[in-house]
């Protein structure tokens, strides 16, 4: 569909695609990820797709500063960018701004990954509950790296984390770039229709070689699964079947369930979100015009 928006606006000589996908960051995750094909890729220019090898970390204010730059550069050779992709912490931290939050220590750090381990995700999600609500409230005790930053940052400042986004909080694209945006919000008219299409998709990507890709991937000796990379839906179901923890059925079944659940988070951040042109419906060619 994003491709469709770049041919109606003229092609890669008049527009410019910007993923805002957490995932297809990194080389080597190409069918888990649907991420576009190298033909694809070359005669729609995506940025910030296969910027990271699966070892490496991205924060929402790395992806920030490389999208603004993205945009302006399209701008600066007369092209329309266009951000894509489902990513919504991305999305609303480029549209919003996001806190210039301190660097946390190393032994900081590791502390709390040697209690993570010996205590449990949940003894320290109550720590931060109890020492910013507000953050906690919205952080899932099993999203281990969000859990352990935020706790990072608390414990090195002494500081709710909440009190230091509304006191350090960056611009918004506007105040940061100059520039205006128009979004384009599109949901699915029928709730059965979207989870067959799932079911699908992660058929197909069965039959395109994804247990061979997240085999490749462990098979390199330097990918763990506690790596952002691999927390990703239907890789950390296949790490599990790989290393013979489930069988082939429970896999499947876990990664659909898991893509069913990211679909409804995302349309419960879009539901919320502020302003934008809203298509409901299953047809991308109704919501290709809306966007045009």
């Keep these: 569909m994003v491709m469709a928006v770049q041919d109606a606006l003229g092609g890669r000589e008049h527009a410019q695609l910007i993923s805002a996908d957490s995932a297809l960051i990194y080389r080597g995750m190409d069918i888990g990820t649907a991420k576009p094909s190298t033909a694809e890729l070359e005669q729609y220019p995506h940025k910030l797709i296969n910027i990271l090898e699966p070892t490496a970390s991205y924060s929402a204010a790395e992806f920030v500063a490389a ?38 220590d190393l032994a900081t750090r590791s502390a709390l990954e040697a209690e993570l381990l010996d205590q449990g995700a949940e003894v320290l999600h109550q720590e931060l509950a109890q020492r910013d609500s507000i953050v906690a409230a919205g952080i899932h005790p099993n999203n281990h790296q969000r859990l352990l930053r935020a706790l990072a940052v608390i414990r090195a400042t002494g500081n709710a984390l909440s009190a230091q986004w509304a006191s350090r909080a960056s611009g918004t694209l506007l105040q940061r770039t100059g520039c205006t945006s128009e979004t384009v919000i599109m949901m699915p008219a029928n709730r059965a229709l979207l989870h067959q299409r799932i079911a699908q998709r992660f058929e197909y990507m069965l039959g395109a070689g994804l247990l061979a890709e997240v085999q490749a991937l462990m098979s390199r000796g330097d990918i763990t699964r506690d790596m952002p990379s691999m927390r990703a839906v239907g890789y950390r179901q296949a ?13 499947v079944e876990q990664g659909m369930a898991a893509t069913r659940q990211l679909a409804k988070r995302q349309m419960t951040w879009l539901r919320k979100w502020p302003e934008g042109a809203v298509v409901t419906s299953d047809d991308p060619q109704e919501a290709l015009g809306v966007i045009v």
């Design 67 to 104: 999208a603004d730059a993205a945009i302006l550069q399209a701008l600066e050779q007369g092209k329309k960018p266009i951000v894509v992709g489902g990513t919504m912490m991305y999305l609303k931290c480029l549209s919003k701004g996001i806190a210039d939050l301190p660097a946390t």
């Design 239 to 251: 790490w599990s079947h790989l290393s013979e923890e489930i069988d082939k059925q429970t896999f």
